[in-house]
């Protein structure tokens, strides 16, 4: 199962689009997860386009899709505990209010934005993930997103694609 992982879209500024590195992961996948900050419900929406949408709101986001979608979710894939949360707040970094907002939940992996810095590591035996962002790298050196890889429960990956 290939699922692509995108947070932060920041799109609304000067009609951009969807690289082309993401379109054809997104276009690949058997499922998307958006860790919030859409910013539009007009991105939400083209991304549902691309196939089955599972999302988080992000402290960005209209007013709308805060209404509609949850501040954090867990989904289960092939035995894969995914914990799924935007992780702003304030204090304490990015990461440790990702973990925390699963802390009472036996969680495998939590996917995580906000920062737009790409993330990967292990805290205390669960994976944190931020695939940062496709469309506004702030100071990072390249957009990015994230594939992850499920064959079953004990094998699976996950990676960030870096472009320009």
């Known amino acids: 199962m290939k699922i692509t992982v995108l947070s932060d879209t920041h799109m609304t500024r000067g009609g951009k689009k969807f690289p082309e590195v993401l379109v054809k992961d997104l276009e690949e996948s058997e499922l998307i997860i958006h860790a919030g900050d859409f910013q539009t419900v007009e991105i939400f929406n083209s991304l549902k386009e691309y196939g089955e949408l599972t999302a988080v709101a992000g402290n960005v986001d209209e007013e709308e899709l805060k209404q509609i979608l949850p501040t954090k979710t867990t989904r289960v894939l092939h035995g894969i505990n995914i914990g799924i949360v935007h992780g702003d707040g304030k204090g304490k970094t990015t990461e440790k209010r990702a973990e925390e907002a699963f802390s009472n939940e036996a969680v495998d992996l939590i996917i995580f934005g906000h920062s737009h810095i790409p993330y990967l590591r292990y805290?205390?035996?669960?994976?944190?993930?931020?695939?940062?962002?496709?469309?506004?790298?702030?100071?990072?050196?390249?957009?990015?997103?994230?594939?992850?890889?499920?064959?079953?429960?004990?094998?699976?990956?996950?990676?960030?694609?870096?472009?320009?």
Do not use: C, M
């Open 123 to 164: 805290h205390q035996g669960v994976l944190l993930f931020n695939p940062g962002s496709p469309a506004d790298k702030r100071r990072q050196p390249a957009y990015s997103h994230g594939v992850l890889t499920i064959e079953d429960e004990s094998s699976w990956s996950i990676h960030h694609k870096f472009y320009t």
